[in-house]
């Protein structure tokens, strides 16, 4: 098969602190594991949501593919992810409950060439969690630096 495609929202793991994380499948239509294989799938404004105890990820920017035809698929449009019952079932509970989102952290072909979604159960940082993270990032690549010159 292929390469593996490993697309990210870098974006999320600033913004948000990742309490458990998911691995789903996606159900596509036709044109879009094409993109998907070439790379041309954007994840970072996206999010998931409920709708009839199923759960769909939203906003999930997938280029439409340039050889396509009229059949082509809509750049932007819901996707259901694919979970056991009992994965959904605890994931809806604590949205409800606690407050959580769930948001897509990778978009990432596997070894049989499938498309899959690894979803976090999250929760927003507020600003000053995000200004210590930046700290802890500076003071790791500072010690990576001074470590490699000895």
Do not use: W
């Given at each position: 098969?292929?390469?593996t ?5 870098k974006?999320?793991?600033f913004?948000y602190?990742?309490i458990e994380?998911?691995t ?7 044109t879009?594991i ?11 404004e ?10 769909f990820a ?16 809509k ?7 694919l ?9 809806a ?15 990432f ?7 899959k979604l ?8 507020k600003?000053y969690?995000?200004r210590?993270s ?7 690549r ?7 010159s000895?």
């Amino acid at each position: 098969m292929l390469k593996t495609i490993n697309i990210l929202n870098k974006r999320a793991r600033f913004d948000y602190e990742i309490i458990e994380t998911f691995t789903a499948g996606i159900v596509l239509a036709g044109t879009e594991i094409k993109s998907i294989r070439l790379g041309k799938a954007n994840i970072t404004e996206s999010f998931c949501e409920f709708s009839n105890n199923e759960l769909f990820a939203i906003n999930t920017y997938i280029e439409e593919y340039t050889f396509g035809n009229q059949f082509n698929h809509k750049a932007r449009s819901e996707r259901k992810l694919l979970l056991n019952k009992r994965e959904l079932k605890s994931l809806a509970r604590s949205v409800q409950a606690k407050g959580l989102t769930i948001i897509p952290l990778k978009l990432f072909t596997n070894e049989k060439g499938m498309a899959k979604l690894q979803i976090g159960l999250c929760k927003g940082k507020k600003t000053y969690d995000k200004r210590e993270s930046l700290k802890e990032q500076d003071t790791k690549r500072d010690l990576e630096r001074i470590k490699k010159s000895f």
